[in-house]
């Protein structure tokens, strides 16, 4: 197992370096000058040419890119164009406020996702079956931008039980992590269903049954356990949607998290932070699909890596 973890940790590397590619393009490509939105409006051509150059942005593409790789392999993610701050810091000052709601979101929405999917599962068209489905279609389809506006709506507005926005206690988790997970919560729970329902078809189920174990036992510990392998693949790639799609529900509540810089990195066009962010997750997606399929081998010992 060890070998094949190096492996597949070595086979990112050259993974990384085409999405760097692709990524300096693609910044570059976007309109607008960041000299020109530093320098000002009222800047005549001269002001704003001597502040690319002071942002070394004169230089041709390629020279810039061969620098970024250089810092990149070093560490350095270089500095903000907008503020002068290194790019690290205000990556890691965002970092874990995304991080605790992305994991806030992921935790309720497995619980719920499980336990409902099991459940409609288990009691296969029944009206239970029915209203379970119909909510996770509603929850799958609702733009997680109005679910955020009606919650802050009647929990904070009228209710006055937790924060509007911003991040200043735990409670603040509560209605940003319940717009962000609602729609993981409502794939997870149809796909665990429909998991569980093939499993259910299976021999060994049957052979549980015929051995006289309770129908909790077999569907909670045989069923639910031999369901978890793609259960666990469609966890681990929500996760790393719920760390690098927070964007909207970051400025809904205005959350100090990796969204909402990155969103004002890209109007700013801020092309040290914005080429930074979308490096760090598209490697925390690339770890997290890893740390993935090592998990499989602990769900199911029968499952050896070569």
């Known amino acids: 197992m060890l070998h094949y973890f190096l492996r597949r940790l070595a086979a990112l590397v ?12 693609f910044i570059h490509a976007l309109p607008g000058d960041p000299a020109r939105l530093l320098a000002g409006e009222a800047a005549t051509q001269e002001e704003v040419e001597s502040v690319r150059k002071a942002l070394k942005l004169d230089r041709p593409l390629l020279t810039q890119y061969v620098d970024f790789l250089k810092n990149l392999a070093t560490g350095d993610l270089g500095t903000s164009l907008r503020t002068g701050e290194p790019v690290s810091a205000m990556i890691a000052r965002a970092f874990m406020p995304t991080f605790w709601l992305s994991v806030c979101a992921l935790a309720w929405s497995l619980l719920f996702g499980l336990v409902a999917g099991v459940i409609s599962a288990v009691r296969r068209g029944s009206p239970g079956d029915h209203a379970g489905m119909f909510l996770s279609v509603s929850g799958i389809s609702m733009p997680n931008f109005w679910l955020g506006l009606l919650l802050m709506q009647f929990f904070s507005v009228n209710l006055g039980w937790v924060g509007t926005s911003g991040f200043d206690e735990p409670s603040d988790l509560i209605l940003p992590s319940i717009t962000l997970g609602a729609g993981v919560a409502a794939v997870m729970a149809r796909f665990t269903r429909s998991a569980v329902i093939d499993v259910a078809r299976e021999d060994f189920i049957r052979t549980a049954r015929a051995k006289g174990l309770r129908e909790k036992v077999v569907i909670w510990k045989h069923a639910l ?10 966890a681990g790639l929500q996760f790393g949607f719920l760390l690098g799609g927070s964007i909207v529900v970051e400025k809904v509540f205005r959350w100090p998290g990796l969204g909402s810089l990155l ?32 998990l499989y081998g602990f769900i199911n010992p029968a499952i050896r890596y070569k």
């Open 14 to 25: 050259p993974v990384l370096f085409l999405i760097s590619i692709f990524v300096f393009l």
């Open 225 to 234: 356990r031999n369901a978890l392998i793609p259960v666990v693949t469609m």
């Open 263 to 294: 969103l004002d990195a890209i109007n700013f066009r801020d092309y040290a932070v914005v080429q930074a962010e979308i490096m760090l997750f598209s490697l925390q997606f690339l770890l997290i699909n890893l740390a993935v399929d090592m």
